[in-house]
């Protein structure tokens, strides 16, 4: 772990003003990026929930590298903030992963479905441990 952070029991949850406009900062591109990226593939492929799969898939990457830079104390608790929670965490989207998980189960598509679950966390996942491993030999 890394010594220069205040332990996570420390850290007030509710945030302060400057740690949510940081937050917000990153939300806005993260947000917007999100909403290019999905609404790009619309066109190319029947369903939007392969745009969702590529920016919660992505975000997940990010995610794991800054975790691992912010414990290694190479990213500040606002990099963290304004990446990891901000830009990063509005560009990935769990609820519309449900969403149109119960759009296919609804149609009648079962196989996409689990095709799209097991893709989504396999893939996710996988990203994730990735990024966390380039940060922690970064």
């Known amino acids: ?7 996570m029991e420390s850290v007030n949850v509710a945030g302060s003003a400057p740690e949510a406009l940081l937050v917000g900062l990153g939300a806005i591109p993260g947000a917007w990026l999100r909403l290019k990226t999905v609404n790009h593939f619309e066109p190319m492929v029947p369903k939007k929930h392969w745009g969702t799969f590529l920016v919660n898939v992505t975000a997940c990457f990010a995610l794991g590298l800054v975790l691992a830079l912010y414990e290694s ?16 965490g509005s560009l990935s989207t769990f ?25 989504s966390i396999g893939a996710g996942l996988l990203a994730c441990a990735v990024g966390y491993a380039l940060g922690t030999h970064a």
């Open 1 to 7: 772990g890394c010594r220069c952070k205040p332990s």
């Open 95 to 119: 609820s519309t992963f449900a969403v149109e998980l119960l759009n296919e189960l609804r149609a009648g598509q079962i196989l996409t479905a689990l095709v799209l679950a097991v893709a």
């Open 73 to 88: 104390c190479s990213a500040s608790t606002g990099i963290a903030l304004l990446m990891g929670v901000g830009f990063f």
